[in-house]
């Protein structure tokens, strides 16, 4: 997807391999493996929230609810937002994804979107996906608590016809 053409950028380019050797150390220390981006949910989930930090637990143990009351949920935990690795993002999403909620924790006034949304957006137009909705919205901010009501009305939102784009 994206192509070095600066000097500097293959180093920052090579931090995802570099970080995943950590986390590779870090597995066989702790037994826990992480990745760039990690999904959690099922399998061939329609729709699933993308998110980074502590609330993503939230939004992992909600979608372990929601889908065993029969929903086909997910969320994909991003770990390292920077260089964003279009392969391993694409990768981590289920072929089956048919909506998508892109959460972000900060708010840029004037800015079309939150920068996780607008990368996550960008790739997934490239990749010709075939997506129903592609929404984003911003959750924690003034240190506000994310529980698995706001996790709920987000996955309600996006099953929507016409969903609330920006929230």
Known sequence: ????????????????????????????????QYHQFDYYGDKEATDVIIMMGSAAQTAIETVGYL?????????????????????????????????????????VPGGAGEPLFLDCHYVLKESNMKLQHCIGGRYGLGSKEFNPDHCIAVFENLALETPKQRF
Not at 18 to 26: F, G, H, I, K
Not at 74 to 93: C, I, K, T, W
């Open 67 to 107: 889908n065993s009351q029969g929903k086909k949920t997910g969320v994909v935990v991003v770990r390292l937002y920077s260089p964003f690795d279009a392969d391993a993002f694409m990768s981590a999403l289920p072929k089956t994804t048919q909506r998508v909620c892109v959460l972000d924790r900060l708010k």
């Open 1 to 32: 997807f994206f192509q070095c053409v600066e000097a500097a950028n293959r180093w920052h380019m090579a931090v995802p391999a570099e970080l995943q050797t950590v986390m590779d150390t870090y597995a066989k220390e702790t037994g826990r």
